[in-house]
């Protein structure tokens, strides 16, 4: 079985600031990694996914996610916030390999609120 | 369409009524998955279909909960007698495999037992 830990549960930044939202996951088998991000009152939207090749993965409104099999961590990244990315980001992993766990197994969430 | 329709966006429903929630599918897409979403962010897996086969029910409640998948309808998440621990935003996701990079989610419905 595989499992996310996402180590903020929020993180404040001033807008125009750099973020980083980290993730770790276990697992003992090759897996896909996921961003998702939901913004209030909504559902869930993909921001990026890591399924092989180049570790750096880049994906919508400026968001980019390093694959760190080492570390076993997948930490989402953005250069410069705006207020518009206040939301809830989650990480999320599924094993590659077609096996049992194929399902979604998502963190806990990292609220991200940008403040002016 | 391109979306996957979940209705209705929100539900109240009084402890001990039945709820029933609904999820259209990406057309050409054969699987649906169920999932729940509680209070703290904890997602959870609930069902999974093949066209209208079970494909994983491993995550459903056996007692209250029961879903469907019927030909040219909508898939249905059906709660009888619901508790107040249903309480959750429940999402549907469709696919063309059953691989999660494929899923596509809807936009949920939210049900408050009161």
């Known amino acids: 079985a595989q499992s996310v830990t996402q180590l903020d549960s929020q993180v404040p930044v001033f807008e125009e600031a750099p973020v980083e939202l980290r993730c770790n996951y276990s697992?003992?088998?090759?897996?896909?990694l996921f961003w998702y991000v939901q913004y209030p009152n909504q559902g869930l939207q993909l921001l990026l996914k890591?399924?092989?090749?180049?570790?750096l993965v880049k994906g919508i409104n400026g968001f980019e996610a390093e694959f760190n099999k080492s570390q076993t961590s997948f930490h989402l990244r953005k250069p410069s916030v705006h207020i518009s990315d206040t939301a809830e980001y989650f990480c999320?992993?599924?094993?590659?390999?077609?096996?049992?766990?194929?399902?979604?197994?998502f963190g806990k969430g990292t609220l991200l609120t940008v403040n002016p | 369409g391109e979306e996957v329709a979940q209705t209705p966006k929100h539900l109240v429903r009084g402890e001990g009524q039945k709820a029933k929630l609904y999820c259209a599918p990406i057309?050409?897409?054969?699987?649906v998955f169920w999932y729940q979403q509680v209070l703290k962010n904890e997602f959870k897996f609930l069902i999974s279909?093949?066209?209208?086969?079970?494909?994983?029910e491993t995550g459903m409640p056996k007692e209250r909960f029961s879903a469907k998948c019927l030909p040219n309808s909508p898939c249905s998440l059906e709660i009888q007698a619901t508790k107040l621990e249903d309480s959750a935003v429940y999402f549907c996701?469709?696919?063309?495999?059953?691989?999660?990079?494929?899923?596509?989610f809807g936009s949920g419905t939210r049900l408050t037992v009161v």
């Open positions: 999320a992993v599924s094993e590659s390999s077609g096996g049992s766990n194929y399902k979604l197994t």
């Open positions: 279909f093949q066209n209208e086969n079970v494909f994983d």
């Open positions: 890591y399924l092989s090749g180049s570790t």
């Open positions: 996701a469709s696919s063309q495999s059953r691989q999660a990079y494929g899923y596509t």
């Open positions: 697992s003992s088998v090759s897996v896909y």
């Open positions: 057309k050409g897409h054969s699987y």
